[in-house]
């Protein structure tokens, strides 16, 4: 067992160019020192191997070899001249020499024409310590420059600061065009260029604009590239270069990177991302990179307070005081109501000991199965279908399988910004030549980019997925396209046949789906055969599918058409839900569900109960227990009282808010756990000071199954971890817990559920990550799953017929609403919204298409209010033809917006997950806010007015 805190890193080494894989082999002498590389290595690179360094500025092993500043030069015996190590590649037998007389001249020479033009101020320059440049002068022996400032130089190019995070000095830049390069390569954004020749060469965003106003979309991998301090993050102009750095885990997407967070003292420097990590390989998006300031805005809560009735004003307690009301609240409600009248909600954005202690003590302490996480209105129905038709609740592949990936089809998902460090690895993939299918009923970013266009774009109508995967499917099977021998290998061959007779009726034919879907026949008969026949295929899908009335059913699509066409068990395919939040995957398998105990086991499995009970120490109830929508519902019929809320914001993230506040108003008792006094603290009785993610140890898992540990790099602002304030209000409920440390909750963790068997602490700082199933077959993890079997056994073809949301268009409500994120903003925004990132994106707006504006009067900007049968909310109008006439589209980061006013309480037959991505509603012009708005405001600025008097409470 570990205990390990915080692990010190120094810089990774650099390479100078890209690692080869190769199974040959090439073996050479460098400075008399003999090397065996794979083949296509670079001579920079081998030299690294070797031992020794070669001096370089335009080289990173992050990008590929450019050749430009010529300080790499070596001598190669039988080769005339001096080749640039870095775009040299190794040969058998081949005797380099790195150090001799001659090139100590020339890289003099180099590097003093480099510091002719550059300014002086190595002792003031925020780079200093940390500049690729003053190392290189140091290595070279720069003892003068001869030639003078006087002539022509850019020592006086203004500064570009009007990006919030970096800032851009072109008098340090030496034109490497590492920034470039990393844009294009990594990023695959294509913001900057180098305009201009010669010597008046400079680096340039977009058409010489400032970034703020250029294609840039601050992903940070230029700053990162940048070997002086020409792109500076500016906290470190402002803080100084740190003194050391933490491994951890980015708390916002699915994607998980993992970040270097470089400290001083208890302060974050700068987030750097790590190029160990494997979700990422050193990349990163704005979020994890540059939005890490809220941990530390003065908004944060960092007392527990407690109030009787939520007009009450809040009183600053002590930990124990707020513990034991809480604990006295939950006792008192059981008393009087019954066992089954308190629950508890997780969250994905907490860590999965954390996930885990809450079910643990819902089910231990409460003595009920009334737990739920906000993974029910995301990907509940990726459970559902995935495990009904392939055995596993989730994705099939590593990211690092999309470079294998011929072609990708991306369904809902919008990776560009709902994903964005994986949306570069599949842009660089499709750039290299792989071919994209979109289904999207938006025209999203990824349609049409820098050098990449997808072969297809089935816009299809919201609401019509099935239909639309079924018309897929019609022309895989009708057309001859199905890998029998992979089905009759692979597959249950009778449940094949039901769904073969199903789908082949003619009803599902891309001709007769055309007037449901709306997409033209031609477009799904081609994509279904890029599909089939292009090579290696994977499905990337989002919330776009799951969050739908039939979103199982689409899964479970998505799913038979993988199957049929044999693209599932190896590198290159599979069926991958792109998890939004950072630990989706996680808070589903810690048990997060009424019916589930971890690892997917129903809680009716006597065995599987028994297990618990044996090392909780307590009787578990057999009866699934209430879901979120339950929750509310008889929290309004008087039968539900006491609820728990860890880190997740109800009342803005699910449908129908006048409901779900009508539901919290109801209750005698509720406890939230966060960090900020966000929507739903707004109707707490108790108020618990959560930790941010810099604040605690623990694990996320991302998209891939990836478990990455998040370390703790200062102390606990609130003085309690959250893991810790689970087991104060489990003991003083009664049920005892007792941990040391989160390393210890894993260890629990890993002895009760199968797939985690192999998983602890140490393991993952050995492998800086662990892909479940990790066990004793798997002692590693698994990358890939299903490579010899399913893990039902056979594969299960489900008949997936195509039932109409009831959310129908009407004369009144003629339009349907969609959702969606941006990359700037991260789900209810509670964090994002408290950084920088508001100068991308300060507000949600409405999407409307031309046409639909011009038929109502409206213009860009305009205010508009959108009626659905739920409510009504007020937002500016945003004329854009990314929507197809008929829909409009808006993002839910601020509260205020009312997203979820309008959304209605459809759901997913299967699951619950709402059906935030149909909402039949009218647009039309106003000049006021709404009703539920006026309300909204007035609400909130009550509760801002209850908070300050908590100071007095003290007193
Ligand atoms: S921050 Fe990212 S997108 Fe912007 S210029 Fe740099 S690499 Fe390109
Ligand atoms: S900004 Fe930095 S990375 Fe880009 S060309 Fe200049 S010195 Fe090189
Ligand atoms: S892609 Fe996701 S995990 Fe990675 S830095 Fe961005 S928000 Fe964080
Ligand atoms: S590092 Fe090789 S030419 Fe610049």
């Known amino acids: 067992?570990?205990?390990?805190?915080?692990?010190?890193?120094?810089?990774?080494?650099?390479?100078?160019?890209?690692?080869?894989?190769?199974?040959?082999?090439?073996?050479?002498?460098?400075?008399?020192?003999?090397?065996?590389?794979?083949?296509?290595?670079?001579?920079?690179?081998?030299?690294?191997?070797?031992?020794?360094?070669?001096?370089?500025?335009?080289?990173?092993?992050?990008?590929?070899?450019?050749?430009?500043?010529?300080?790499?030069?070596?001598?190669?015996?039988?080769?005339?001249?001096?080749?640039?190590?870095?775009t040299t590649t190794v040969a058998p037998g081949m005797k380099v020499r790195t150090q001799t007389p001659k090139l100590a001249d020339l890289r003099r020479g180099v590097m003093e024409l480099y510091i002719s033009d550059h300014p002086l101020d190595c002792l003031t320059c925020s780079a200093n310590g940390n500049c690729e440049l003053q190392d290189m002068a140091g290595v070279v022996g720069l003892r003068e420059v001869r030639y003078g400032y006087e002539g022509e130089n850019h020592l006086k190019v203004e500064k570009d600061n009007s990006n919030p995070y970096f800032s851009f000095d072109p008098s340090k830049c030496i034109v490497c065009s590492r920034c470039v390069r990393a844009c294009e390569e990594v990023q695959g954004t294509f913001a900057l260029t180098i305009d201009g020749r010669g010597f008046a060469s400079m680096v340039s965003p977009s058409e010489n604009q400032p970034f703020m106003e250029s294609e840039c979309v601050s992903c940070g991998a230029c700053v990162q590239a940048c070997p002086t301090a020409t792109l500076m993050e500016k906290s470190v102009i402002d803080m100084g270069q740190a003194d050391h750095s933490v491994v951890t885990t980015c708390a916002y997407c699915g994607v998980g990177c993992s970040f270097r967070a470089e400290m001083k003292g208890a302060e974050v420097v700068r987030m750097i991302p790590n190029k160990e990590g494997k979700a990422n390989r050193g990349h990163s998006c704005i979020k994890g990179r540059f939005a890490?300031?809220?941990?530390?805005?003065?908004?944060?809560?960092?007392?527990?307070?407690?109030?009787?009735?939520?007009?009450?004003?809040?009183?600053?307690?002590?930990?124990?005081?707020?513990?034991?009301?809480?604990?006295?609240?939950?006792?008192?409600?059981?008393?009087?109501?019954?066992?089954?009248?308190?629950?508890?909600?997780?969250?994905?954005?907490?860590?999965?000991?954390?996930?885990?202690?809450?079910?643990?003590?819902?089910?231990?302490?409460?003595?009920?199965?009334?737990?739920?996480?906000?993974?029910?209105?995301?990907?509940?129905?990726?459970?559902?279908?995935?495990?009904?038709?392939l055995g596993e609740s989730a994705g099939t592949q590593d990211f690092d399988s999309v470079m294998k990936s011929d072609v990708m089809m991306v369904i809902g998902a919008n990776p560009t910004d709902g994903h964005p460090v994986f949306a570069s690895r599949m842009k660089?993939?499709?750039?290299?030549?792989?071919?994209?299918?979109?289904?999207?009923?938006?025209?999203?970013?990824?349609?049409?980019?820098?050098?990449?266009?997808?072969?297809?774009?089935?816009?299809?109508?919201?609401?019509?997925?099935?239909?639309?995967?079924?018309?897929?499917?019609?022309?895989?099977?009708?057309?001859?396209?199905?890998?029998?021998?992979?089905?009759?290998?692979?597959?249950?061959?009778?449940?094949?046949?039901?769904?073969?007779?199903?789908?082949?009726?003619?009803?599902?034919?891309?001709?007769?789906?055309?007037?449901?879907?709306?997409?033209?026949?031609?477009?799904?008969?081609?994509?279904?055969?890029?599909?089939?026949?292009?090579?290696?295929?994977?499905?990337?899908?989002?919330?776009?599918?799951?969050?739908?009335?039939?979103?199982?059913?689409?899964?479970?699509?998505?799913?038979?058409?993988?199957?049929?066409?044999?693209?599932?068990?190896?590198?290159?395919?599979?069926?991958?839900?792109?998890?939004?939040?950072?630990?989706?995957?996680?808070?589903?398998?810690?048990?997060?569900f009424p019916h589930e105990l971890p690892g997917y086991r129903h809680v009716s499995d006597d065995k599987t109960r028994a297990q618990f009970e044996k090392v909780w120490g307590v009787k578990l109830d057999s009866e699934p227990g209430l879901r979120i929508p339950n929750m509310f519902d008889a929290s309004i019929d008087g039968s539900f009282k006491g609820l728990y809320v860890?880190?997740?914001?109800?009342?803005?993230?699910?449908?129908?808010?006048?409901?779900?506040?009508?539901?919290?108003?109801?209750?005698?008792?509720?406890?939230?756990?966060?960090?900020?006094?966000?929507?739903?603290?707004?109707?707490?009785?108790?108020?618990?000071p959560g930790s941010s993610f810099l604040e605690k140890n623990g694990t996320f898992t991302n998209a891939e199954r990836r478990i990455s540990r998040v370390r703790k790099v200062m102390p606990a602002l609130a003085g309690k971890e959250d893991w810790e304030a689970t087991i104060a209000l489990s003991n003083a409920l009664g049920y005892q817990m007792n941990y040391a440390h989160p390393s210890e909750i894993m260890d629990e963790i890993a002895a009760l559920t199968p797939t985690f068997t192999g998983v602890s602490y140490d393991k993952i700082d050995e492998l800086e990550s662990i892909q479940w199933p990790c066990n004793e077959a798997a002692p590693e993890g698994t990358p890939t799953m299903h490579v010899k079997e399913f893990v039902r056994g056979k594969g299960r073809f489900v008949v997936t017929e195509y039932i109409p949301t009831e959310e129908r268009t009407t004369g009144k409500y003629?339009?349907?609403?969609?959702?969606g994120r941006i990359l700037s903003q991260y789900n209810v925004g509670a964090q994002t919204r408290r950084t920088a990132n508001n100068m991308w994106h300060d507000e949600d707006r409405l999407e409307i298409h031309p046409h639909d504006a011009e038929q109502r009067g409206i213009k860009d900007g305009d205010w508009v209010g959108v009626i659905s049968r739920a409510g009504d909310t007020v937002m500016r109008a945003k004329i854009a033809e990314r929507m197809q006439p008929g829909v409009v589209y808006t993002t839910f980061h601020f509260p205020g917006s009312g997203a979820n006013v309008i959304t209605a309480d459809g759901s997913d037959w299967a699951t619950n997950c709402p059906e935030y991505k149909v909402t039949a509603v009218q647009v039309s012009l106003v000049s006021q806010p709404s009703t539920w708005q006026k309300h909204f405001r007035e609400f909130t600025e009550t509760q801002l007015e209850l908070l300050p008097q908590r100071e007095a409470s003290k007193a």
């Open 1 to 86: 067992m570990s205990v390990q805190t915080s692990i010190s890193l120094q810089n990774p080494v650099d390479y100078g160019t890209p690692r080869r894989v190769s199974e040959k082999m090439v073996t050479l002498e460098i400075d008399g020192v003999e090397v065996s590389v794979p083949e296509g290595t670079s001579v920079m690179s081998a030299s690294m191997d070797a031992g020794i360094k070669v001096p370089k500025l335009c080289a990173t092993d992050s990008l590929e070899a450019f050749g430009s500043c010529r300080l790499c030069l070596v001598e190669i015996e039988g080769r005339k001249g001096y080749p640039a190590s870095c």
């Open 814 to 819: 003629p339009l349907i609403l969609t959702t």
């Open 646 to 688: 860890q880190g997740e914001d109800i009342a803005q993230s699910d449908p129908d808010t006048q409901h779900v506040t009508h539901a919290l108003e109801s209750l005698e008792c509720m406890v939230v756990q966060d960090i900020f006094l966000n929507e739903t603290a707004k109707f707490a009785h108790v108020f618990l």
């Open 428 to 592: 660089r993939r499709l750039r290299e030549g792989a071919k994209l299918i979109i289904v999207d009923p938006r025209t999203i970013d990824m349609v049409r980019t820098p050098h990449i266009e997808a072969s297809y774009h089935l816009q299809l109508r919201p609401g019509t997925n099935v239909a639309l995967i079924n018309s897929l499917a019609y022309v895989i099977v009708t057309e001859g396209l199905v890998k029998d021998d992979f089905v009759a290998a692979r597959c249950d061959v009778k449940e094949f046949a039901k769904w073969k007779a199903f789908i082949t009726e003619a009803r599902n034919s891309p001709e007769q789906m055309e007037r449901t879907t709306g997409v033209p026949a031609d477009q799904v008969r081609g994509a279904a055969r890029l599909y089939a026949t292009g090579g290696n295929g994977a499905i990337y899908y989002g919330l776009g599918v799951t969050e739908h009335s039939q979103g199982s059913t689409m899964v479970i699509g998505i799913a038979n058409i993988a199957m049929a066409t044999g693209n599932i068990g190896h590198e290159g395919v599979g069926v991958n839900p792109l998890r939004g939040q950072n630990n989706v995957q996680g808070s589903c398998d810690m048990g997060s």
């Open 292 to 389: 890490f300031g809220y941990a530390t805005h003065p908004d944060r809560i960092k007392t527990p307070m407690i109030r009787g009735k939520i007009s009450d004003p809040w009183r600053e307690v002590s930990w124990d005081e707020a513990i034991n009301y809480a604990a006295s609240e939950f006792k008192r409600i059981q008393a009087k109501y019954g066992r089954g009248s308190i629950g508890g909600i997780t969250s994905s954005r907490c860590t999965n000991e954390e996930t885990y202690l809450v079910q643990k003590m819902v089910r231990a302490a409460f003595g009920n199965n009334n737990v739920d996480t906000c993974a029910r209105v995301c990907h509940s129905p990726t459970g559902y279908g995935l495990k009904t038709t």
